[in-house]
């Protein structure tokens, strides 16, 4: 059974808090939009598909809660409106939770235009929306996963020009900070390829860095792999250079495969802090490098990864980490760094698009067009599937 991190009934959301994890289990109550804005903040929730759900669930509880009932729909239209773009300033850089915003506020809007259209009318369609992402993001995960897997199979010629496996080969793949179902409503985007490699039984084995400063990867990544039973290793951040170029061949480590906040219309992906660093490495030594996204992480908006505002964090996430207490049912945050040390703490890099292989989407993989330059609008233009 595969983790889930966002639980959800009507009027009823529930997060695992990922604060706590792989240490703890515990599942928190979101009420309102401010709760879901904090959790989001102090990264409870994390993750640009996560996020974005629980951003929009959260204030289709906190309508389903409300006794209010507003007396006009401009009115009802509003103070959704209002708390949108209040939850909206909880992560700026997950194009995903801006993405959710202006598409709600669309339906809003076209609902508040009917002539026949009531508050309550206006919160039943918003409310409706809200959890109709939760359900498209679980079906566009699995689509990624099987479309980024069968091209990884394809790149590491363990099939023929028909599609059919030629040997019993498998191969290994690396993945960076956490992009499976504690980063969205389910099974993932590049550990979602990471899950259907296994499940074809094409996977050898997945490495996972440790992603500091916040260790999604040994955290997180780690936890979800043990979780599902999926043979894997866990590195340091500073061992994926020496990763690639060892085991390259014997363990036929053939691909780099990583999540995104933001996809710039150029390609330019922005992602985790530590991105950057491994498409290099990966180019040095001729392994593929795969953005899982989906369309809704493609900003066309955006020309170019240097348009885009990399968040920086609070330095206490450099100096300081956090562990259980060995033997105990504890946790602690213990200081590792000399007091009075500046420090820099981008939550994210900028990957250029010319270190990028493919982007893989729910409706499928883009590649650069003559090796220069991806064109996305194609993918727009195609409707997405429902099981």
């Avoid at 949108?84 to 850089?93: D, F, G, I, K």
């Avoid at 939550?347 to 250029?352: V, Y």
Wanted: aromatic fraction near 4%.
């Amino acid at each position: 059974m595969v983790l889930e991190a966002i639980r959800y009934t009507s009027g009823d959301l529930q997060i695992l808090d990922q604060l706590q994890l792989p240490y703890i289990e515990v599942f928190e109550p979101i009420h309102n939009a401010a709760q879901a804005w904090h959790a989001i903040r102090d990264m409870r929730v994390r993750g640009a598909p996560a996020i974005a759900i629980v951003a929009a669930l959260g204030l289709a509880v906190q309508l389903s809660r409300s006794s209010k009932k507003f007396e006009r729909a401009s009115l009802a239209k509003t103070t959704i409106e209002d708390n949108l773009n209040y939850l909206v300033t909880s992560r700026p850089t997950a194009v995903n939770l801006a993405d959710a915003v202006g598409k709600l506020k669309a339906i809003v809007l076209k609902e508040s235009k009917r002539d026949e259209a009531t508050g309550t009318s206006i919160k039943a369609v918003y409310i409706k929306a809200a959890e109709s992402m939760l359900k498209d993001d679980i079906e566009d995960n699995k689509a990624i996963g099987n479309l980024g897997a069968a091209w990884i199979v394809a790149q590491s010629e363990l099939t023929d020009r028909k599609g059919v496996d030629k040997s019993e080969n498998k191969l290994s793949v690396l993945t960076h900070c956490n992009t499976g179902s504690l980063a969205t409503a389910g099974y993932g985007t590049a550990l979602g390829i990471v899950r259907s490699l296994h499940e074809s039984t094409h996977l050898l084995r997945a490495y996972c860095t440790e992603t500091r400063p916040y260790n999604q990867g040994a955290r997180l990544t780690a936890y979800e792999l043990v979780h599902d039973k999926i043979p894997a290793t866990l590195i340091t951040d500073s061992m994926a250079a020496s990763l690639l170029s060892s085991r390259k061949d014997s363990d036929r480590l053939v691909a780099v495969v990583v999540g995104a906040d933001r996809v710039a219309a150029n390609g330019d992906t922005a992602n985790k802090i530590g991105t950057l660093g491994l498409a290099v490495i990966a180019r040095q030594y001729g392994v593929k490098f795969v953005v899982a996204a989906p369309r809704t992480t493609i900003d066309r908006t955006t020309k170019q990864g240097a348009d885009i505002v990399v968040e920086e964090r609070a330095a206490s996430e450099v100096t300081c980490i956090k562990g259980q207490v060995l033997g105990e049912q504890r946790v602690e945050t213990i200081e590792t760094a000399a007091k009075g040390i500046d420090v820099w703490n981008p939550a994210f890099d900028i990957t250029p698009a010319e270190l990028i292989d493919a982007v893989v989407t729910e409706v499928g993989v883009v590649e650069k067009v003559k090796g220069q330059s991806f064109q996305f609008d194609d993918i727009f233009k195609k409707a997405r599937t429902s099981s």
